[in-house]
């Protein structure tokens, strides 16, 4: 099972080849990536195995690259809440 959880990267050259890049030293791939990390913002929505997420975290966090948990289902949100809620739904009317 994968994980969802959002990074918040520089919007500069390189911001998501340096994300990757600490997650691939950890020898952790990513499942899933939604996001624009050239927007201004920088929010880039990444998805890892279960077992590789508090190590993905750690790396990303070594890196300087700020993370935001996803909501888990159970925990006050649904499965359909949130960034995945919006791909499996569309936007919002």
Do not use: Q
């Not at 099972?1 to 990757?20: D, E, N, Q, R, Y």
């Not at 925990?75 to 936007?91: D, F």
């Amino acid at each position: 099972m994968s994980h969802w959880f959002t990074i918040h990267l520089k919007p500069t050259a390189g911001s998501l080849a340096a994300a990757t890049a600490a997650l691939a030293a950890a020898s952790i791939a990513v499942e899933g990536i939604v996001g624009s990390p050239e927007s201004e913002d920088g929010v880039v929505h990444l998805s890892v195995a279960e077992p590789a997420l508090d190590r993905a975290i750690a790396a990303l966090k070594s890196a300087g690259i700020t993370v935001s948990l996803e909501a888990e289902p159970g925990a006050g949100a649904s499965a359909t809440e949130g960034m995945i809620g919006a791909i499996l739904n569309g936007p919002r009317t």
